[in-house]
């Protein structure tokens, strides 16, 4: 099992940028794909990206394609949402997952969640 914690959220003026960082406790996070997801306010939860066990390979959801850039650094268990150019549609809760058998962009397919941190987007 794993637990993750998400950070790094807050208001941001359009074309602003912001990181958002997520903890796992754990030895075997190296083990996890982890993903990002966010859900607006009334809207559902979508997939924003989603990073390989390794780190070599990302998936990334169109709306977010060359603004956003997934990583991880498996010496500190953590996975990274580097968000640029930010738009006021992008506002939302965004949430860090794990996967155990591979990455993707299905909600269903992944295991654990973090509590979500808010993102805020001011025009």
């Known amino acids: 099992q794993v637990h993750l914690v998400e950070s790094g959220g807050g208001l941001v003026q359009a074309g602003g940028s912001l990181r958002l960082s997520c903890a796992a406790s754990?030895?075997?996070?190296?083990?996890?794909?982890m993903g990002w997801f966010r859900q607006g306010l009334g809207k559902e939860r979508e997939f924003v990206a989603s990073?390989?066990?390794?780190?070599?390979?990302?998936y990334y959801a169109d709306l977010v394609k060359g603004r956003f850039t997934i990583s991880r650094d498996n010496a500190k268990n953590t996975v990274y949402l580097q968000m640029n150019f930010l738009k006021p549609e992008d506002t939302a809760v965004y949430f860090c997952?794990?996967?155990?058998?591979?990455?993707?962009?299905?909600?269903?397919?992944?295991?654990?969640w973090g509590q979500g941190t808010q993102v805020t987007v001011s025009s």
């Open positions: 990073i390989s066990r390794s780190g070599g390979s990302t």
């Open positions: 754990g030895r075997r996070f190296r083990s996890y794909a």
């Open positions: 997952a794990a996967d155990e058998d591979g990455y993707g962009n299905t909600i269903s397919q992944y295991d654990y």
